[in-house]
């Protein structure tokens, strides 16, 4: 939709964010029912709504990728960006945060998502975005919203400040009181709320909450802080002006009631975001966007549709923007764009142009991606924000069923990078392995099932190889003889190799000592080539490492010897010298660093315990109240399914990051386990 211009702030974009499941997506369904944009909600659990419209959505009942979509409000423009709200998917809410107006933390009365909560709100504190918290499912309230309030504040940074408060009838709440505007509401079912005369226990109610109200407020306002210690009431328009700044400026996050799948309290979250959301000119002014006539856009989402091809979701920052025109990345890229359209869930509409705060999907621009800041101009764009995917803690290894799929499998796994940056693709250059690494079980479930059913892919996969190695303990003078006969020149080369063990970490030594010109110098290259061959797999069948070979003497042909000779000679030598060496298996130890609430702490100092992990101490997290980080040395064979098990007894809150650290000595029954079992997979 195009701006409008009874609308002073433009189009705006609104973050809907939460903890999973606390309701993000029904009421999306509720808003663009409520304004017309569909002709009834949607059902998550039906698979019917608009922001689960992807296979894997429905399939899994949950929102596993961001979702747009547009509606108006009182001859507004909004759009919605409908956030997955599990860990695993969290990027595609941290890339398309930059560039909303505002966001809406949809959340629960659970103490147990109270981490999840403030992970969200800590993201949202940080990129400095203005927030309502909309307390969802407030039909099975059973806590009195003081109660609530006091439990859900230690997520937040800033005052939690009640724009309502509810109205019970018994023990069910059939309404509510808005403290700002000072009526009350009885909540119909799909319908508009009713308005009532406040009577009774309900207005002293009001009257307590509306002056707890005012006197945050008035922490950061002297002249209502004046007035409320002369118990003058503030003029309406005074208060609203105060709850809007305060927004603005990061002040407050104001709390508003309703409960999402019965359509209640979404007309007046719709009014709150209407006058007190800021538009597109304040946003840009946060992200540093320069003055210029030209278009400048921010692109927060990738898509490879199967018919429309590559559409990169945009906020336009400022500027008009036509179809066709062409567009420098801050990337380096330029591209023509190939349609304009807008965003309403699975179903765009192609339009001519956009215009500020208008949110597009630009069709084809192949060299864009996303993070991408793009502008119309004739240079490219400064990047305004740069969002680094988290560390992935999950992998899999990828293979087609089919071989001749192989280079299908590769195309599609770049196009799945491109839309989910937080997916990550190595190649193993040892096992020639190809590696998905991702967020979690659930993450690489999903990036498999899309290669199966959106790119046509089907795959293989298994975990992925430990990089073992192996070293040894014994020092050895070894000779190393290739002689071969046949007609015309033959082949000869004699080596002798002293091969001893280095210290940890060392790696691999080679050195000469040959006197006399016993092993002519012109072919000691090749034999150091055969000594590397030899280490690629030792005798207990992985590379070898912590090794020093110093050729010291030998012997050659005038017209058999040849490097191809003294490279055979050198790999026989060490393939004959290392079984003597009293070879041992060395596994990889990497250092772990996990955050957790601290309740949980104690329970992930057991998961360690049980993966062979040495807990070399924990802090409290820095800057995170109720949080701890917890740091040890683990085998990396014991970290492959750790995330599960974390996110288990963490309410899916907990992650961690590791490093490479160094290489330890396995001996023992686990040895031989390790060594029958590569055996076996070889």
């Known amino acids: 939709m195009g701006q409008d211009v009874r609308s002073p702030r433009g189009p705006r974009c609104i973050a809907l964010v939460g903890p999973f499941q606390s309701g993000k997506t029904t009421l999306l369904e509720a808003i663009l029912a409520r304004t017309g944009a569909i002709p009834r909600a949607g059902s998550v659990d039906a698979g019917t709504s608009v922001g689960d419209a992807t296979p894997e959505a429905r399939h899994h009942k949950m929102t596993v990728g961001l979702t747009a979509a547009t509606t108006s409000f009182m001859g507004d423009s909004y759009t919605f960006l409908d956030c997955p709200g599990s860990v695993e998917f969290a990027h595609d809410m941290r890339a398309a945060l930059p560039a909303v107006d505002a966001a809406i933390v949809v959340c629960e009365a659970d103490e147990k998502k109270l981490p999840q909560l403030q992970i969200i709100l800590r993201e949202l504190e940080q990129l400095k975005i203005p927030r309502f918290l909309f307390l969802n499912k407030i039909d099975r309230a059973s806590e009195r919203i003081r109660e609530t309030l006091a439990m859900l504040q230690p997520a937040s940074r800033v005052p939690l400040v009640l724009r309502q408060i509810p109205i019970w009838k018994g023990e069910l709440i059939e309404g509510f009181v808005d403290l700002a505007l000072e009526r009350a509401f009885i909540y119909r079912e799909h319908k508009a709320s009713e308005v009532i005369a406040l009577e009774g226990g309900d207005l002293d109610r009001e009257k307590e909450a509306r002056f707890s109200m005012l006197e945050k407020l008035a922490d950061h306002d002297d002249a209502l802080m004046e007035q409320l210690l002369e118990d003058i009431q503030p003029p309406r328009d005074a208060v609203f002006d105060d709850l809007a700044r305060e927004l603005r400026e990061g002040l407050i996050c104001p709390v508003l009631l309703g409960a999402a799948a019965r359509e209640n309290g979404v007309l007046r979250l719709m009014k709150a975001l209407r006058h007190e959301a800021p538009g597109v000119a304040e946003t840009a002014k946060r992200l540093g966007v320069p003055e210029t006539k030209d278009a400048l856009g921010y692109v927060f989402k990738t898509l490879h549709s199967q018919h429309g091809g590559k559409l990169s979701l945009t906020r336009l920052l400022a500027g008009h923007l036509d179809d066709g025109a062409t567009l420098q990345s801050s990337s380096g890229g330029a591209g023509r764009i190939s349609g304009i359209l807008a965003v309403n869930g699975a179903y765009d509409t192609k339009r001519a142009s956009a215009e500020a705060g208008d949110t597009v999907a630009l069709a084809k621009l192949d060299p864009v991606k996303t993070g991408d800041t793009v502008s119309n101009g004739k240079t490219a764009p400064a990047a305004l924000i740069t969002i680094e995917p988290t560390p992935p803690v999950l992998a899999i290894s990828v293979a087609a069923t089919d071989r001749k799929d192989d280079v299908k499998l590769g195309q599609a796994l770049t196009r799945l990078h491109e839309e989910d940056p937080s997916l990550m693709i190595v190649q193993n250059a040892q096992t020639h392995d190809t590696v998905l690494w991702g967020q979690g079980e659930m993450h690489l479930r999903v990036a498999s099932e899309r290669l199966r059913d959106r790119f046509g892919v089907k795959i293989t996969s298994h975990p992925p190889a430990i990089g073992y190695q192996e070293t040894i303990r014994k020092p050895i003078t070894q000779r190393g003889r290739h002689k071969k006969q ?124 049980a993966r062979r992990g040495q807990i070399l101490g924990f802090d409290t997290r820095d800057g995170w109240t109720g949080w701890d980080c917890v740091r040890a040395m683990m085998p990396e064979a014991e970290i492959g399914e750790l995330i599960v098990e974390l996110r288990s007894a963490t309410a899916g809150a907990g992650s961690f990051t590791r490093q490479f650290d160094h290489m330890a000595e396995v001996t023992g029954r686990a040895a031989d386990q390790i060594i029958a079992a590569h055996q076996h997979a070889a």
């Open 486 to 609: 046949s007609g015309g020149h033959g082949q000869f080369g004699d080596v002798v190799l002293d091969i001893k063990p280095l210290s940890r970490g060392e790696g691999f030594k080679f050195a000469e000592k040959v006197v006399g010109g016993a092993v002519p110098r012109n072919y000691i290259p090749a034999v150091e080539e055969g000594v590397v061959d030899g280490l690629t797999r030792g005798p207990l069948g992985f590379p070898v490492t912590d090794v020093q070979v110093t050729l010291t003497d030998g012997s050659y042909h005038s017209v058999d010897s040849s490097d191809l000779a003294f490279r055979t000679a050198a790999r026989v030598g060490l393939n004959e010298g290392l079984p003597q060496c009293q070879p041992v298996l060395l596994e990889p130890i990497h250092m772990v660093e996990i955050v957790c609430p601290t309740d949980a702490t104690a329970k992930i100092n057991a998961i360690l315990s």
